[in-house]
């Protein structure tokens, strides 16, 4: 009997252990949060849930486009041109990947490591960081996040109730290999001149031309757009001429 007894607590443990954690915000909420490091402003967070999803966005100042985080369906998605991509497809611990990360929970569906005190979750360990919690009667109040020998402190700034439309977490996911390219973009290819950010496209929203209410910043992927137009203009000049110098082949001819 009490072997039983062990065997049936062993399981219930093993169960809550991969048991989705609880949301940190319950139903319809809108809250904004600092996000600072090393004492100096490091960028800003509006997060908003609804009772089955989340969305969160990062900006690096009041001026600068929003970039759109989606939780919903077990996974994190970053919306970027054309759609959005899994951020677990995404390496790059950038300082607005590992914040959001920490106010998405439970949308995670990965290398979870929670730690939880009366119900609520104390600590997150994920991606190669780790978040800390505090409460205040309202819900989390700060969270540190440390990765990469960085520390990152969020503190809620305010906490409302929020009429977001069903819109807003709509998840539109990118297909194919344009959705394995727009994750390397982030982290692996640099800008092709200065007048553009390669990650611009991660900041806005859609397709060109498409207009949502997501605070993506439109200028800045139809640049990106028009800057990748041009270069493929001039790499096919270049083919084009060194195919009329009659270079192609002739090293195979000569061997």
């Known amino acids: 009997m009490r072997l ?14 991969f048991a989705a954690p609880p949301p940190l915000f319950k139903g319809a909420t809108e809250s904004k949060w600092a996000v600072a490091s090393g004492g ?37 998605w970053l919306r970027v041109t054309g759609g959005d991509v ?6 790059a611990a950038t300082p607005e990947n590992m914040s959001v990360v920490a106010l998405l929970l439970p949308f995670d569906a990965t290398d979870r490591q929670l730690t939880l005190t009366s119900g609520k979750v104390a600590t997150y360990t994920y991606r190669g960081g780790k978040a800390t919690y505090t ?7 700060s969270i540190e996040v440390t990765f990469g020998g960085q520390k990152y402190t969020l ?5 409302g109730t929020s009429n977001a439309d069903a819109s807003n977490f709509a998840v539109r996911p990118k297909k194919g290999a344009a959705s394995r390219l727009a994750a390397l973009s982030g982290s692996l290819l640099g800008p092709s001149d200065a007048s553009v ?3 611009a496209a991660g900041r806005g929203a859609g397709e060109k031309g498409l207009k949502l ?4 910043d439109y200028d800045a992927v139809l640049k990106l757009e028009n800057r990748d137009a041009n270069w493929r203009a001039k ?12 270079k192609v082949g002739k090293d195979r001819e000569n061997q």
Not at 4 to 17: E, S, V, W
Not at 155 to 159: A, D, F, P, V
């Open 4 to 17: 039983i007894r062990l065997m049936i607590a062993i399981a219930l443990f093993a169960a809550a252990a």
């Open 40 to 76: 100096k402003p490091a960028g800003t967070i509006t997060l908003l849930t609804s009772a089955n999803a989340a969305r969160a966005e990062w900006k690096n100042s009041s001026k600068s486009p929003a970039a759109v985080y989606l939780g919903a369906n077990g996974k994190i």
């Open 86 to 91: 899994e951020l677990a497809t995404i390496s």
């Open 135 to 141: 409460y205040d009667a309202k819900g989390p109040s």
């Open 155 to 159: 503190t809620r700034t305010s906490l």
């Open 197 to 199: 950010s390669a990650g």
């Open 213 to 216: 209410k997501d605070g993506g």
């Open 235 to 246: 790499l096919d000049d270049a083919l084009v001429k060194f195919q009329q110098e009659g």
